[in-house]
């Protein structure tokens, strides 16, 4: 099977071409292909699809539209193509299926047979990759990203042109390109590489004249439309023309490809904003981010434009990286350097059109000679920069739709951006993380706004103020400036102000510089879903927090919530953990963001729903505690549960997450006590015992007897204010095993008594018969066998009326443990008799 995308949207299935059905679905399709080597996120084929106007069923419309391709497919005997990941799809094709990846592949072929010297094979792999065009990529498809795609594939394939003929033009084929090239320049006016070519192989043909007459017609194309001087470039290869016709003998050509000169060029742009003066730490990042923006000679042979991408959470220091790291290097780029706000994380981000503006008119072009569409724009703009060598700056991108026009065309230039999510859309763009400061980064920083010796003076308090600002570079520079503006403040009194966690954005503001307007403009970027899971996450007292939490939190499916939780770690709100995916997936909060997300849920969250929330945690919590337990210790003590409802996750998700029961355990531990915890002081008595009880074996097995007994009487507590006797007796009965453990035989007497008497009262023959049991058990070990076994009689007989159903199967062996060697040591909860 084929796939065409330099020409109309084609997939050939031998010779006959596939229907590909609607223009929605061709769209889908269309961008699964772009970026079939990194998958596709739901959310881009919502952009591609949609644009900026989705409507409320977009997420629905889509999955249509690849379940319809996914039917297409499988008539052609591909019904796999299209697969399905954590974060949306992806299509599995072939090495040499897509013609885009064959015309590159063949440029790269050509790139390394030129590196090699090998001139003519190299023209050979240029002329089979251009051969591949069959008109403008994704012809027919509308839409901002697609268009965006196909500038992009565009700009490769006159790259490639101008490559081809470069060497043609070495090879002394002057006559045989003149045609096209003439076609060409009249097609691009603006690409001044096509342009000294045309003129190079005019003049090495004896046509002096007409090289002259192209000289001039694109001098005035350039002057009359955008207010601008050819580049130096061409302006030399004149020359060297002029002096040829005026003396009758040759004259040296420049290449037209090479640069000239590395001095920076009078009027060019150096849009940079001032440098960090009090910047520190990050030599890491920088130096990659260098590494990047300045390659290697050998690396620039590529068209490819170099990409820098710095990422991060709100407050650590993006911004500050890229500035720095671009006047670092602004040496290396003659031409100038453009710089943009992009505000990617307000209600409305700068369009790409406004800073075409910008930058048009920084490079020269008088404002009434700016083209008034976004295309024409970006055209302009890529043909000034064809030839030079300028690094942009992009800072705070929303997405790859907004950088993708203020791309350069020309592999001289160079993009640093910064962005919250890691633009895996953007072609060939690497990215660098910046992390919060280690603790002695974030003393250095701190020293060096407050003062060296006022940190030196009182370290513990100043190491106390980096921990409270969470060490985040914005969080340090405020507190800092504080410092540095009320000079009879000690740190310690600081400190004590962030301690205060309802005031500790408050506290960290200073001028314009703001903690929560940093990350409110991260929350303001999401979807109304994720702001709504991103407030109540701020519910739990656990992190990190599993993925399925999100699912019980909205009361939607998991596979839904996945991509919203997905969503929320884009914008950097919430930081994945560990290396668990899927469902095992775990995240976290930074400290300052979960105070945020605190404020949103008191704000925008009613009570109501915020109890129903934790509710419904607690019960998918309960769920899993109770199949970790059956999975562990067998399927037979139903009699202890309560009666609390529990919020369902499929079946098969479940036997997923706790098919080995303690290592499950051992990773929940934390979320179980946390959430016996919540429950028991959200007045949840039920979920509170039941998920005590649950725990009770896990806590003996692993020896977490403080986790035990602090459980035991937070449940105890909340039964005995709710009134429920059954809930304190389980509470006793537990206590009463953990005693026996801890060998204090007289309590673990005391606490079963009092369990058996509840039970009684409750009229609970198999609570009755469980106590009476295990009461036996302790008058056989302290030598009263008769008594004993008059228990063993009463809960037989109590065991009989209960009328349980026979085959019980004995509880599982601790895994680890040699399967003959001595049973491990186990509590008698309900699951055995």
């Known amino acids: 099977m084929k796939f065409r995308i330099l020409g109309p949207l084609e997939v050939m299935d031998g010779a006959h071409r596939v229907d590909l059905g609607s223009t929605r679905q061709q769209t889908a399709l269309a961008v699964l292909l772009l970026d079939h080597s990194r998958g596709t996120s739901i959310g881009r084929l919502i952009e591609a699809v949609y644009d900026d106007n989705p409507p409320t069923t977009c997420r629905s419309q889509v999955q249509i539209c690849i379940s319809a391709l996914r039917r297409v497919f499988a008539q052609h005997g591909r019904p796999n193509l299209i697969s399905t990941h954590s974060q949306g799809y992806a299509i599995e094709i072939g090495d040499d299926e897509l013609d885009s990846d064959r015309f590159g592949t063949l440029v790269l072929t050509a790139r390394r047979a030129a590196s090699a010297g090998a001139a003519s094979a190299a023209v ?248 008034e569409t976004l295309d024409e724009r970006a055209e302009m703009y890529r043909g000034l920069l064809a030839g030079r060598t300028v690094l942009v700056v992009l800072d705070d991108a929303a997405g790859e739709s907004q950088v993708v026009p203020l791309l350069p065309g020309s592999s001289g230039c160079s993009v640093i951006v910064t962005s919250r999510g890691r633009l895996t859309g953007l072609p060939g763009a690497r990215n660098v993380e910046v992390e919060t400061f280690d603790p002695d980064q974030s003393m250095r920083l701190l020293a060096h706004i407050a003062g060296e010796d006022r940190v030196r003076s009182d370290p513990a308090s100043a190491r106390a103020l980096t921990e409270l600002c969470g060490r985040l570079p914005l969080a340090l520079r405020i507190a800092g400036s ?55 996450l701020a519910i739990l007292d656990f992190q990190p927090f599993p993925s399925w939490v999100s699912a019980a939190l909205l009361d939607r499916p998991l596979y839904e919530t996945q991509d919203l939780m997905d969503d929320l770690a884009d914008a950097q709100l919430v930081e994945i953990t560990g290396t668990g995916r899927g469902a095992q997936s775990r995240y976290r909060f930074h400290d300052l963001i979960r105070v945020f997300a605190r404020e949103r849920l008191a704000a925008e969250e009613p009570a109501a729903e915020r109890g129903a929330a934790l509710a419904r945690v607690l019960s998918c919590l309960l769920h899993l505690a109770r199949d970790a337990h059956r999975e562990q210790y067998g399927d037979d003590y139903a009699g202890l549960h309560s009666g609390a409802a529990r919020w369902p996750l499929p079946d098969t998700l479940v036997r997923r997450l706790v098919q080995q029961p303690l290592p499950w355990y051992e990773r929940e531990r934390l979320t179980l006590v946390s959430g016996i915890r919540q429950a028991a002081q959200a007045g949840l008595a039920d979920l509170s015992w039941d998920l005590a009880i649950c725990a009770a074996p896990f806590f003996e097995s692993g020896v977490y007897f403080d986790d035990w007994r602090d459980m035991n009487i937070l449940a105890l507590t909340a039964a005995r204010q709710a009134g429920d006797r059954r809930g304190q007796a389980v509470m006793h009965y537990s206590t009463g095993l953990l005693s026996a453990a801890e060998q204090r035989y007289a309590d673990a007497r005391g606490s079963l008594d009092t369990a058996l008497e509840l039970f009684r009262q409750t009229g609970d023959d198999q609570g009755v018969a469980l106590a009476s049991r295990r009461i036996g058990l302790l008058e056989r070990e302290s030598g009263r066998s008769d008594e004993a076994g008059a228990r063993r009689v009463v809960a037989s007989r109590l065991d009989e009326e209960k009328a349980q159903p026979p085959g019980r199967r004995s509880p599982r062996p601790v895994r680890g443990r040699p399967a003959s060697g001595p049973p491990p040591r186990t509590v008698e909860t309900p699951v055995r008799k």
């Open 482 to 536: 504080r410092l540095s503006a009320h000079p009879h403040w000690s740190i310690e009194h600081l400190a004590g102000r962030l301690q205060d966690e309802t005031r500790r954005l408050d506290e960290l503001r200073h001028g314009e510089m703001g903690m929560r307007a940093s990350i409110a403009v991260a929350y303001e970027s999401t979807g109304d879903l994720a702001r709504t899971l991103f407030r109540r």
């Open 124 to 371: 050979g792999h240029y002329r089979e990759a251009l051969a591949l065009w069959r008109g403008h990529a994704l012809e027919g498809i509308d839409g901002r990203l697609i268009r965006a795609a196909a500038r992009r594939l565009t700009e490769d394939r006159i790259a490639a042109h101008e490559n081809c003929i470069e060497l043609e033009l070495s090879l002394g084929r002057h006559r045989e390109v003149i045609a096209e090239l003439t076609e060409l320049v009249e097609r691009y006016p603006l690409r001044e590489q096509l342009r000294g070519q045309l003129m190079t192989a005019l003049h090495q043909s004896g046509r002096q004249p007409e090289a002259l007459h192209v000289y001039r017609e694109g001098r005035r194309i350039l002057v009359e439309e955008l207010g601008i001087e050819p580049n130096e470039r061409l302006r030399l290869l004149e020359h060297a023309i002029r002096v040829s016709v005026d003396t009758g003998r040759p004259a040296p050509t420049p290449p037209v490809s090479a640069a000239v000169t590395t001095a920076p060029r009078a009027g060019a742009p150096r849009m940079l904003p001032a440098g960090i003066a009090d910047f520190t730490g990050r030599a890491p990042q920088v130096d990659a981010v260098r590494r990047l923006v300045t390659p290697s000679p050998a690396e620039r042979a590529s068209s490819a434009v170099p990409i820098a991408v710095i990422i991060g959470k709100p407050g650590v220091g993006k911004s500050t990286v890229a500035v720095h790291t671009a006047h670092t290097v602004a040496g290396r780029f003659p031409d100038g350097q453009l710089f943009a706000a992009l505000h990617g994380g307000a209600a409305r981000p700068v369009h790409p059109f406004d800073v075409l503006g910008r930058f048009l008119r920084a490079l020269g072009v008088p404002g009434g000679a700016v083209p």
